[in-house]
């Protein structure tokens, strides 16, 4: 996994298992663009919920890979889609962004949220017909620019999600977003306290924001953790997700 970009993954997710030989195959038919990776190779047949997970700024889709295969064996009978973003990263060639990042000022981030929204909630809406999912079966785990894609477009769609994981991002309330039927889906936000690049001084602000719109939400802050995912915060990922989808 590389950690150039704001979405590398730090080392600290050395410790997630590898299963045996699997790997991540083909996108969903009409949304190329994200060039996204189901996991595991062998699908279950009848999928009881769907998992997408969205890198963040200049990583790739197979970034969150050591996640999926770490989620997969506590949340059985769940496919995994890795989603990745259909720009080419402006500061990291070799990676992808959700839309363009060229400072972290709110009118930049209200103005890529809405232009990413659409391509999203469509993509969300596709996976969840090719598996034959309701929208309540279907998850999202968000990293950084991925957490802030996650909770706009998760709390844009036409019915609630089963939950969202926002790691590392920010809610800005843009337009559109959260004040329809999808605003009753769950949310976690997670933060380092010493994230350098996304200012955990958004984490309160966001959960109250959030709260205001009556999202079932809740927040919580890992003091020593940088911008990056820690064994913790995948336990608190896990349990919420479990409990989100009751498994």
């Known amino acids: 996994m590389s950690s150039a970009g704001l979405g590398g993954l730090m080392p600290v997710v050395a410790f997630a298992r590898c299963f045996g030989g699997?790997?991540?195959?083909?996108?969903?038919?009409g949304h190329e663009e994200f060039g996204g990776l189901f996991y595991p190779?062998?699908?279950?047949?009848?999928?009881?919920?769907?998992?997408?997970l969205l890198h963040g700024y200049g990583a790739d889709a197979p970034d969150l890979l050591d996640i999926a295969r770490l989620f997969s064996p506590v949340l059985p009978g769940a496919a995994f889609y890795l989603a990745q973003a259909?720009?080419?990263c402006e500061t990291h060639p070799s990676g992808r962004a959700w839309f363009p990042l060229p400072n972290l000022e709110k009118a930049t981030i209200r103005r890529g949220l809405r232009g990413a929204r659409s391509g999203m909630v469509s993509l969300l809406e596709a996976l969840?017909?090719?598996?034959?999912?309701?929208p309540g079966s279907v998850v999202l785990f968000?990293?950084?620019q991925g957490a802030m894609v996650a909770l706009d477009a998760g709390l844009s769609g036409a019915a609630p999600l089963g939950g969202i994981v926002a790691h590392s991002g920010l809610w800005l309330g843009v337009e559109g977003s959260g004040s329809g039927p999808a605003r009753q889906t769950?949310?976690?936000?997670?933060?380092?306290g010493s994230d350098a690049v996304v200012s955990p001084l958004y984490?309160?602000?966001?959960?109250?924001?959030l709260e205001i719109l009556n999202v079932p939400v809740?927040?919580?802050?890992?003091?020593?953790l940088g911008h990056g995912i820690n064994a913790e915060s995948c336990d608190d990922s896990l349990r919420f997700l479990r409990e989100c989808l009751r498994m």
Not at 203 to 209: D, T
């Open 142 to 144: 968000g990293f950084s």
């Open 203 to 209: 984490l309160e602000p966001s959960r109250a924001a």
């Open 86 to 88: 259909p720009l080419r």
């Open 22 to 29: 699997s790997s991540p195959v083909g996108g969903v038919t």
């Open 128 to 134: 969840a017909q090719t598996l034959g999912l309701g």
């Open 218 to 224: 809740r927040a919580k802050m890992f003091p020593s």
């Open 186 to 192: 769950p949310a976690l936000l997670l933060h380092g």
């Open 41 to 52: 190779e062998r699908l279950p047949e009848k999928p009881e919920a769907l998992v997408v």
